[in-house]
């Protein structure tokens, strides 16, 4: 190994843990190790694919961590895990067919509704209070979990703000939430991963050492931000999803 590769296998050691621990609170890995892929010189569908990886291993990781917590609600969440799977590999399969670029607008209105009301509402969040929902409103919650799912397979960045944000929405604290928004990203990122693999996009020399150092850092965000409690992840959740939109207005504007 050079001394060139050893300086990029600590930088993607060190960027994989820090979007380990992000990720695991609030969502919004992607925002950090997609940049440093790119920067490696390989395209993008290569470098969306081999962030799949490295964010189903996180997502993976920070699911089980929530679950032995008691901060996984499996036994309802699980219903919904085949909508994420099914929109998300319909999602990455679309990618082939239609520009990504397409879906940025919409995101980024997207995005500002979440930042904006998460911070209007300052108690949001901070209480278990799951609400009985309506059969029109379980089908608009439904569908909205399948379009997350395929919007995750399709281009990504803001999923995990976005399955937190419906979970809210139902009733869930900030804990709560990010356990069942890791359990179902898990679910959109595999699907998304292997349909990948099948298109032969993953660039597997830097995805796994980026993926390992991804878990570590997903065990120690989720059990920080399970002890640190809601007040904790609703912080780190309105500055992950403002980064969010900041960069990709940068990106859309400048």
Known sequence: MTELDIYLLLILII????????????GGGGLITL??????GMNPSAAVATNKLVGTMGSFTSAFVFLKSGKLDLSSVYKLFPLVFIG?????????????????????????VVAFYTVV??????IYAEKKLTS???????????????????????????LIFAFLIIGADFIKAAGNAKFLNFGSNIAALIMFIF?????????????????AGSVFGARFAISR??????????????????????????
Do not use: Q
């Open 121 to 126: 509402k300052k108690d949001w969040g901070s």
């Open 15 to 26: 960027f994989g843990f820090l979007s380990g621990f992000i990720d695991s609170v609030a």
């Open 136 to 162: 029109r409103n379980l089908l608009i919650f439904i569908i909205t979990i399948f379009v997350i799912g395929f919007y995750d397979g399709f281009l990504g960045p803001g999923t995990g703000s976005f």
């Open 199 to 215: 298109l032969g996009e993953v660039n597997y020399a830097y995805g796994f050492p980026m993926a390992v150092a991804c878990i």
């Open 35 to 40: 940049p440093v892929l790119l920067s490696t």
């Open 88 to 112: 998300a590999m319909i999602g990455a399969w679309t990618v082939h067919l239609i520009d990504p670029e397409v879906l940025k607008p919409l995101m980024l209105i997207m995005l500002g």
């Open 229 to 254: 409690g809601s007040g904790y992840i609703r912080a780190i959740f309105i500055i992950v999803t403002f980064s969010l939109l900041a960069k990709n207005l940068y990106d859309v504007f400048w």
